[in-house]
């Protein structure tokens, strides 16, 4: 009868263990596990069955159960892991009168306490935060719930309302804000922005917005942007001047990177230029890519800007690269940009090459004839593929890009040398435009001297009525072998000898041009108006080295005042 009364205890106490909610584990002084409720088989994620009879540390690796049987006092809040969760379990010796027998664990699960309590921590601190910045803000803000109620709001804004936190936070928002909206956005989840609103006599400009989460409604942010108008006025203004000087700037981008020049600005009356504008012009109308030949100083750079702005690409960009000036080993950046961190001493964030800049326009090439082969392959290939790739990148970019190239030099005796790529040479040579030198537009020198000398007066701020006929035969006669370039060099010297004169007079010209073996029409000047023309040059330069004194004049060519005064007659002065 007593046997059979504690087989009944046994088990309805085992079964009372089985069903609790902690997990109960318990192992002998080898540390072999003697008991595991359903409870710690499920928490730990095993069968009770397997690890009965097994040591402790099969069924948890780093258990230190052990430890309470050799101080034989419990512990308690022991933290360990398994299987990706946590636990907190209370342990116990186990005696048998004095002598300890083994030892028992009591733990639970705190995995989700544990999420749930860092979730809570993250939330206070974020509310920490988020109440730091409105108490510190410059800014007038205010925060309400759902139903209107203040939150939180910024410092500032309490300062200005007269009102303390305590004042604010947790009335509705009507009672602290006078003439407020908040509630109603709040309320209606529509967006208020740069509203009027009057406070204390100041009219201002406030943004009112809701805040949604899933798509619910629960509360609203406000924000004095202008804390008057005439704030507004003042920001708008200067809103207005940036706009204004930024259009500008852009403005002056756009001419620095535009054509400056049209074929108007291209002087000239002789066949062979008038014919050379008239194809240039069609040719500007193609898209095809030009070549200019001609001397040095002929104007191949006008004809260049001219074509650009009489082609559809008038209004994208012009862009001018001199091959000659930049050195072989920085023109392929030059010419393709470049990326961050290509080479030592490259721009932080990289640069853009000219013939990105060109896009949608036109680049002119000049002195295309000293660029070196490898830098040929190179421009070969973007003309083929209309791609670029900036040195050190991996991508390339697409360009629409008018060449117009120009050289002084012959190309096709170039090519036979192998010093220019062939291929490169066809593919530039399209249509060829071949610019006269100035020798072989003797008719023109009048009308681009004439217009030199204007150009060059109101660049200088000087006045000047006139060049002497003798002057223009001398121009004429002279070979010009820097072409327009020399012409105008010549012009501007003798603008800058004049004294008082208003006229440029065979004095004021270089030696080379005054000495010149004067030619016209083919016909060799008679030697009675070449000695003329050297007496009047004489006697001119002659009075102009006494100041005009003809008495002091007469004594230093060794002739009397009479005849110095009869010369003078003479020669019309």
Same mark, same amino acid.
């Given at each position: ?16 263990? #089985? ?50 049987? @050799? ?8 933290? /360990? ?27 639970? #699960? ?32 205010? %925060? ?58 100041? &009219? ?27 704030? /507004? ?74 074509? &650009? ?21 920085? %023109? ?18 990289? @640069? ?11 680049? /002119? ?57 062939? #291929? ?27 217009? %030199? ?43 800058? %000898?004049? #004294? ?7 004095? &004021? ?65």
């Amino acid at each position: 009868m007593k046997h059979t009364e504690n087989a009944y205890v046994y088990n309805t106490l085992k079964t009372l263990i #089985d069903i609790c909610d902690e997990g109960i584990v318990a192992i002998d002084r080898d540390e072999n596990v003697t008991y595991l409720n359903n409870t710690a088989a499920a928490m730990l994620g095993v069968e009770a069955k397997d690890y009965i009879g097994n040591k402790m540390k099969n069924l948890i690796e780093d258990t230190t159960l052990y430890r309470v049987m @050799k101080t034989k006092k419990p512990e308690k809040d022991v933290h /360990f892991s398994k299987n990706n969760r946590d636990f907190i379990a209370y342990r116990m010796p186990i005696f048998n009168g004095e002598e300890v027998i083994g030892a028992l664990a009591v733990f639970k #699960d705190i995995t989700d306490y544990n999420r749930m309590d860092k979730e809570l921590i993250n939330e206070r601190e974020h509310s920490k935060i988020l109440e730091t910045i409105f108490e510190t803000a410059y800014d007038w803000v205010v %925060l309400v719930d759902k139903d209107g109620v203040v939150t939180m709001m910024s410092q500032t804004y309490l300062d200005f309302l007269g009102l303390k936190k305590e004042d604010a936070v947790g009335r509705h928002v009507t009672e602290v804000i006078p003439n407020t909206r908040m509630h109603i956005v709040a309320k209606t989840g529509k967006s208020e922005i740069g509203e009027i609103q009057e406070i204390k006599s100041n &009219h201002m400009i406030a943004t009112r917005l809701p805040i949604v989460i899933d798509g619910k409604v629960i509360g609203a942010v406000g924000k004095v942007n202008f804390k008057d108008i005439s704030d /507004f006025n003042t920001m708008a203004k200067k809103v207005f001047n940036m706009e204004k000087e930024l259009e500008y700037y852009r403005d002056e981008l756009k001419k620095e990177r535009a054509g400056k020049y049209s074929f108007e600005s291209i002087v000239g009356v002789s066949s062979g230029i008038v014919k050379l504008k008239s194809m240039s012009q069609k040719v500007a109308k193609r898209s095809s890519n030009v070549l200019i030949l001609g001397e040095s100083g002929t104007g191949k750079e006008l004809f260049a800007h001219a074509i &650009h702005n009489f082609s559809m690409r008038a209004n994208g960009p012009f862009i001018k690269v001199n091959c000659a000036a930049i050195p072989s080993e920085l %023109l392929e950046s030059e010419l393709f940009g470049y990326e961050e961190g290509a080479f030592t001493g490259a721009k932080k964030g990289g @640069k853009i090459g000219k013939f990105e800049l060109a896009d949608k326009g036109s680049i /002119f090439l000049d002195e295309i004839g000293d660029m070196d082969m490898k830098m040929q392959a190179k421009l070969l290939r973007v003309l083929q593929e209309k791609e670029i790739e900036r040195v050190g990148g991996n991508t390339t970019k697409a360009i629409d890009v008018r060449i117009i190239a120009a050289t002084n030099k012959k190309l096709d005796k170039m090519v036979e040398e192998g010093k220019f790529r062939e #291929d490169l040479y066809y593919r530039l040579n399209v249509v060829t435009l071949n610019i006269p030198p100035l020798r072989e537009r003797v008719q023109d020198i009048k009308l681009l001297a004439k217009y %030199l000398v204007d150009k060059l007066c109101h660049n200088m701020g000087i006045i000047v009525t006139n060049i002497s006929e003798e002057v223009m035969r001398y121009l004429t006669n002279y070979s010009w072998p820097g072409n327009i370039r020399e012409l105008e060099n010549v012009l501007e010297r003798a603008l800058n %000898l004049l #004294d008082k004169e208003t006229i440029i007079e065979s004095h &004021h010209l270089p030696t080379k041009i005054v000495e010149n073996v004067s030619v016209s029409n083919g016909n060799i000047e008679d030697l009675q108006s070449t000695l003329a023309r050297m007496e009047k040059e004489i006697i001119l330069k002659c009075l102009k080295s006494v100041n005009g004194n003809k008495k002091e004049a007469a004594k230093r060519l060794n002739i009397s005042r009479t005849s110095l005064y009869q010369k003078l007659e003479k020669y019309g002065y």
